[in-house]
C-alpha cells in the first residue's frame, strides 16, 4: 500500500460547481498535511496546510483532516476557470533535527468549465 | 525576490551526454531539494541538502548527484543521461524551523534524453 493514495482523475465541473478532492494516508507519524496547487508547465504553490484533524478555511476554499480515517480533503466552492489545474495533497512526517519528510500524492487534475 | 530560480527551462540530451541544472534561491533558505514529475508518478525526491556543503540521498537518487558549495545554490547533475531520466525536474527550499516550514518551488526543467 502507497503511504499515499490520491485519485489522479481528471476531473471536470462547470462553473460554480462545489468540487471535493479526497487523499488517504497509511503512515500514522504525518503531522501536517497540505494542499498544494500546480498550474501547466508551472512549480507546484502552496494553497493550504493544517495540523490537526478538523477544518480550516480559507476563501472558498477549506480542508479538512481526519486522522482517524486517514482521510484529507479540499473542498472549493464557486469553482473558477481560475481554479483549474492540478491539486497535490503532500503529508510531512518528522524525520530528525529539525527535518521533515514530504511525501506527495499524485495530483487530481482538475478542470472548471465557464 | 526572484524567489526560486531554475536554469535551463527545456533540454534535449542524448544518451550519454552529461549535464548540470542549477538551482538558485535569494530567500536564505538552509534546506533544498531537487525532485522529479513524471505522469502518474507524483513527485519524487531525488537528493536533498540541510545547509551549504552537505548532501543527502532522497527516494530515487541513483543516476543523479548533488552539490550545495554555496548556500544559496544547489546542482543538479546527470553524469551520463539515460532516456528513463526525461521528466521534469523542480528545484524547492524552505527555511529550518521545528515545526512545518512550506516548501517554495521554482518553475522547473523540462529534461528529454533521446
Request: proline share 5%; no cysteine.
Given at each position: 500500500q502507497k503511504e499515499v493514495e490520491q485519485d489522479p482523475g481528471p476531473l471536470s465541473v462547470p462553473e460554480g460547481a462545489i468540487v471535493s478532492l479526497n487523499c488517504t494516508y497509511?503512515?500514522?507519524?504525518?503531522?501536517y498535511f497540505m494542499w498544494y496547487r500546480q498550474y501547466s508547465r508551472k512549480g507546484p504553490e502552496l494553497l493550504m496546510y493544517t495540523y490537526s484533524s478538523g477544518n480550516k478555511e480559507d476563501g472558498r476554499f477549506t480542508a479538512q483532516v481526519d486522522k482517524s480515517s486517514k482521510y484529507i480533503s479540499l473542498f472549493i466552492r464557486d469553482?473558477?476557470?481560475?481554479?483549474s489545474a492540478t491539486y497535490l495533497c503532500a503529508m510531512s512526517a518528522y524525520s530528525g533535527g529539525s527535518n521533515y519528510k514530504l511525501t506527495f500524492g499524485k495530483g487530481t487534475l482538475l478542470t472548471v468549465n465557464p | 525576490n526572484a524567489g526560486v530560480t531554475q536554469t535551463p527551462k527545456f533540454r534535449v540530451l542524448k544518451t550519454g551526454q552529461s549535464m548540470t541544472l542549477l538551482c538558485a534561491q535569494d530567500?536564505?533558505?538552509e534546506y533544498m531539494y531537487w525532485y522529479r514529475q513524471d505522469p502518474g508518478m507524483g513527485l519524487r525526491l531525488i537528493h536533498y541538502s540541510v545547509g551549504e556543503g552537505t548532501t543527502a540521498k532522497g527516494e530515487v537518487p541513483d543516476g543523479y548527484n548533488v552539490s550545495?558549495?554555496?548556500?544559496?545554490n544547489f546542482l543538479l547533475g546527470l553524469e551520463s543521461a539515460a532516456p528513463s531520466q526525461t521528466s521534469v525536474y523542480f528545484c524547492a527550499s524552505r527555511s529550518r524551523g521545528y515545526t512545518y516550514n512550506e516548501q517554495f518551488f521554482g518553475p522547473g526543467t523540462r529534461l528529454t534524453v533521446l
Open positions: 497509511s503512515n500514522s507519524a504525518f503531522q469553482s473558477q476557470p481560475s481554479d | 530567500m536564505n533558505h550545495r558549495l554555496k548556500k544559496q
